[in-house]
Antibody, heavy 122, light 107 residues
Framework: EVQLVESGGGLVQPGGSLRLSCAAS????????MTWVRQAPGKGLEWVSS????????HYTDSVRGRFTISRDNSKNTLYLQMNSLRAEDTAVYYC???????????????WGQGTLVTVSS | EIVMTQSPATLSVSPGERATLSCRAS??????LAWYQQKPGQAPSLLIY???TRATGIPARFSGSGSGTEFTLTISSLQSEDFAVYYC?????????FGQGAKVEIK
């Protein structure tokens, strides 16, 4: 069974940093691209960042580019999101998700982790 | 950025009835569209990809159609477990974008 378990969320002050982790199991992690999607309280889904299998190809939404860094450690089956210069508008549940297929251009996601809450507030 | 617009925002349907949700893209996304279901307090789950291919384990009452800029998710006979929020997502271009969501509620 594929499992994705996020961790690392919490309360942080504006301007602070957090690193989220997503531990993957039940599939060949190094064969699949991964992504982070966030959901602000009571709001819809917002794609944040995606990474290819080798960690070389990365993409970011404009609002986080230069502040967030996505990475992966295939030896540990773990996806990361380093978040710096956090703002109140980054407050959200952050989900990691696995690409549904190994084809690079097929960027739909299945399954998703349960999410970890990041709250940016003083 | 491709803007995805879902309608209606809320759909009130009785159990056993048909529900039809729409998703419009601001420019063509070919068939590179997925649908997700999200129940309260849960993570989203994949329903449809490639505009019309049901994900593994998804019941046949869920169907997707469309291409280009106009897409539809149809639930042929609503079951109690289908009352949820539904999102479309395009993966034709970066950045990936989601619709704002459509809530299917019990009438």
């Amino acid at each position: 069974e594929v499992q994705l378990v996020e961790s690392g969320g919490g309360l942080v002050q504006p301007g602070g940093s957090l690193r989220l982790s997503c531990a993957a199991s039940g599939f060949s992690f190094n064969n699949y691209g991964m992504t982070w999607v966030r959901q602000a309280p009571g709001k819809g889904l917002e794609w944040v960042s995606s990474i290819g299998t080798a960690g070389i190809s990365t993409h970011y939404t404009d609002s986080v580019r230069g502040r967030f860094t996505i990475s992966r450690d295939n030896s540990k089956n773990t996806l990361y999101l380093q978040m710096n210069s956090l703002r109140a508008e980054d407050t959200a549940v952050y989900y990691c998700a696995k690409k549904g297929m190994t084809v690079p251009s097929y960027n739909w996601f299945d399954p998703w982790g349960q999410g970890t809450l990041v709250t940016v507030s003083s | 950025e491709i803007v995805m617009t879902q309608s209606p925002a809320t759909l009130s349907v009785s159990p056993g009835e048909r529900a039809t949700l729409s998703c419009r893209a601001s420019q063509s996304v070919s068939s590179n569209l997925a649908w997700y279901q999200q129940k309260p307090g849960q993570a989203p789950s994949l329903l449809i990809y490639g505009a019309s291919t049901r994900a593994t384990g998804i019941p046949a009452r869920f169907s997707g159609s469309g291409s280009g800029t106009e897409f539809t998710l149809t639930i042929s006979s609503l079951q109690s477990e289908d009352f949820a929020v539904y999102y479309c997502q395009q993966y034709n271009n970066w950045p990936l974008t989601f619709g704002q969501g459509a809530k299917v509620e019990i009438k």
